[in-house]
């Protein structure tokens, strides 16, 4: 049963060739759903069937997320915004998957959330704080004064759901894909705000 939903872009020209290579066995990776840029939605596996959208990857602890999520890919290369009707028919989707598998905002996670350092998607452009404003994803929590310091931050990282064994500077990029993707430079008490699970 289904306890997680990751958010991936296709990072392909279109969304027919994201559908040839989801759909092409020997490419050996799939999804559930495909959200086009004009809101179109294709699913693609049963939900109660483990699709290969997330691959190696880790979340509170828990590895093999393939066989306890909904993949949902978006129609995007990565290097644009995510139009406003493939947003809505996300947000549509989001809401019907959440209720019928009882899964919490905790639980939509972006791929690079589960594979930091080997994954960026849904990246830096995609608008999590709209998704959080409706329950949709976990809202970042205001900063708060503390010490600052790699092994601080790792704690922090870790009771958010940040469990992947990786270097420091590869879990803050990972983290601020998600919590801050405005945010250069070094370590700061900013980088602390993450939701815990």
Known sequence: MPSLIVLH???MQSADAAVDRLCDPQAEVSSHYLIACDGHCLQLV????????A??????GQQDINSRSIGIELDNRGSHPFPEPQ???????LRDLMTRWDISPAGVLGHSDIAPGRKQDPGP???WARLARQGLAAATPSPQEGPVSDAA??????????TADVPVETLLAATR?????WRQGPLCAADFALPPI
């Open 46 to 53: 049963p939900e109660d069937k483990r699709a290969w959208h």
């Open 87 to 93: 947003m809505v028919a996300l947000e549509t989707l």
């Open 125 to 127: 452009r995609f608008d």
């Open 9 to 11: 872009y296709t990072a």
């Open 177 to 181: 894909l998600r919590h801050g993707p």
């Open 153 to 162: 931050f790792r704690r922090a990282a870790r009771a958010a759901g940040y």
């Open 55 to 60: 691959g190696a990857g880790q979340w509170a």
